[in-house]
């Protein structure tokens, strides 16, 4: 539980800091150039990338352009199955080796918690006694305004008017049941044009359901606490989302009407307080700084151009953003038999189960299949022609199963491995493998078809984990391999991470 709540938070932090990094690059260097509904979606999305605990794997994701290691259920290598059973050929499939153990995991994953559950619980407090406040308020009715204000911006949903000391500007509350909340004195204080105006304001953040962006804003704020750039883009957020309501308002209104509400907007902000910060609750502030962009932007209004391609570049980024790198499917590579093992081969694949540790220097084929046999006791067989005598290998292995340093070390001479009743036979390779396309084409599974023997794989080059069944050991294989260099890597490690066995093969010529 502790590892898989790491390893979502770990992902869900550097995917979300991604986003919301392009995000506040794009809103700085496209704000005042791009209409701020659509850097507030921009900004939307990130959030949403910050919560997203799963996402939907897919072969356009943008994290498929990062390197990530295979994943996918451990799968059993079967060399000991009881006498009664038929022999089953041993199963290979690819998957990522367990994390570590990092023992300080758990202190880091509690602090995290502890700050989350903070800001969570703040917020959650602040909305109950803000609720509590407006159990005061009263009701009044804006009759015609307020539907006329409804029609300008098409909106159908009902919304109740309240006048409350609970605010100190026109605010918009909740989202399943929205208020519309309008502080002391503000009908006497303003003309009804200029109450119009505000209606329309707060019924664009109805419009565009900034409550619950609010909400899913500050949920991302909470759980990323520690993320500085998050909240850097909630204050963003919060800036285009208010120039973005003013965008709908202005286009609601006939030109000539612009100035008149441009003026109210100023006067508003100038005359009342800030509203507090509750998540269900969105009103008409603004800092100095969004204010001088509010009145250069309300002053050169123009109707958006452009919004479908807009529309579309959210969408193609959201697409891409929002959907994880597609797993590769597990390369299973089986030793494919015409029948099935016969008992005296599988005792053969059996005795190579043991574990063997060897140190060669410039060791040829010969040498190294003796050192095989001196450690299992199993004897193998050259096809005539099939090693090349100039081969040089360098192997150092340490409690690494036979069967692996067999493998490995043929693979890596170019040769492939055939069980038979009476040992092993080394075949040359050239001849009798073929390349098997696997998933999206580019990953090659490499199978070694032997007359008369079935299919015989080559190692695994990736990522691996194997579990031995015949003696009930259970461990993960990491495979690194550089085929420029003609060198491999191999580390066996524990179900708790631990590395049990490591090997290393070179090939020098």
Same mark, same amino acid.
């Given at each position: 539980m502790t590892a898989a709540l790491a390893s979502w938070l770990f992902a869900a932090t550097w995917k979300g800091s991604l986003l919301v990094a392009f995000a506040l690059v794009v809103h700085r260097v496209a704000r005042n150039r791009i209409p701020s509904r659509w850097l507030c979606a921009l900004l939307f999305v990130a959030m949403l990338r910050l919560l997203a605990p799963v996402a939907p794997p897919t072969t356009f994701s943008v994290f498929n352009l990062v390197p990530a290691a295979e994943s996918g259920p451990p799968a059993e290598l079967e060399m000991g199955p009881a006498p009664e059973r038929v022999p089953r050929a041993p199963l290979l499939v690819r998957t990522a080796a367990p994390p570590p153990q990092r023992p300080w995991m758990p202190l880091l994953l509690g602090l995290w918690a502890a700050g989350a559950a903070f800001f969570l619980t703040r917020a959650v407090v602040q909305t109950i006694r803000f609720r509590r406040r407006l159990r005061s308020a009263r009701a009044v009715d804006l009759g015609s305004l307020l539907d006329g204000c409804?029609?300008?911006?098409?909106?159908r949903r009902g919304v109740r008017v309240a006048v409350t000391e609970a605010v100190a500007a026109p605010s918009l509350h909740g989202w399943l049941r929205p208020?519309?909340?309008l502080p002391e004195g503000f009908l006497e204080s303003f003309s009804r044009e200029q109450l119009r105006y505000a209606v329309l304001h707060e019924l664009a953040h109805l419009r565009r359901s900034d409550v619950l962006v609010n909400w899913i804003a500050t949920a991302a704020a909470a759980l990323h606490w520690f993320n500085?750039?998050?909240? =850097?883009? +909630?204050?963003?957020?919060?800036?285009?989302?208010? %120039? &973005?309501?003013?965008?709908?308002a202005l286009a609601a209104l006939r030109a000539e009407e612009r100035q008149a509400y441009g003026g109210t907007v100023l006067e508003i902000v100038d005359r009342l307080r800030t509203t507090q910060?509750?998540?269900?609750l969105v009103g008409m502030t603004a800092t100095p700084q969004q204010l001088k962009r509010r009145i250069v932007m309300i002053a050169s209004f123009k109707q958006p151009r452009y919004s479908i391609l807009f529309a579309a570049l959210v969408v193609a980024v959201g697409l891409v953003t929002l959907t994880d790198a597609q797993a590769h499917e597990p390369q299973v590579m089986h030793f494919k038999t015409a029948?099935?093992?016969?008992?005296?081969?599988?005792?053969?694949?059996?005795?190579?189960?043991?574990?063997?540790? =060897?140190d +060669?220097?410039?060791?040829?084929?010969?040498?190294? %299949? &003796?050192?095989?046999?001196?450690a299992t006791g199993v004897r193998f067989t050259v096809a005539g022609g099939a090693a090349d005598p100039a081969l040089r290998m360098n192997i150092k292995a340490e409690n690494v199963p036979a069967h692996m340093v067999l493998i490995e070390s043929m693979s890596a001479a170019g040769l492939a491995v055939k069980f038979t009743d009476t040992g092993v036979e080394i075949l040359e390779e050239s001849a009798v493998h073929e390349r098997v396309p696997h998933g999206d084409g580019e990953r090659v599974m490499i199978m070694r078809k032997i007359d008369g023997g079935g299919d015989h794989p080559l190692p695994l080059r990736a990522p691996a984990h194997v579990r031995g069944d015949g003696d009930r050991r259970q461990f993960s294989v990491l495979v690194d391999a550089d085929a420029s260099k003609d060198v491999r890597n191999v580390t066996l490690r524990s179900e708790d991470g631990a590395t049990t066995g490591t090997m290393r093969i070179e090939v020098v010529k």
């Open positions: 409804r029609d300008a911006l098409h909106l208020m519309l909340l500085p750039l998050v909240h =850097v883009a +909630l204050a963003r957020l919060a800036e285009e989302r208010e %120039l &973005a309501c003013d965008e709908l910060l509750v998540p269900a029948a099935p093992l016969s008992p005296e081969a599988h005792a053969i694949v059996q005795s190579l189960m043991k574990p063997m540790s =060897v +060669l220097v410039s060791a040829n084929v010969d040498v190294t %299949l &003796a050192s095989i046999t001196s």
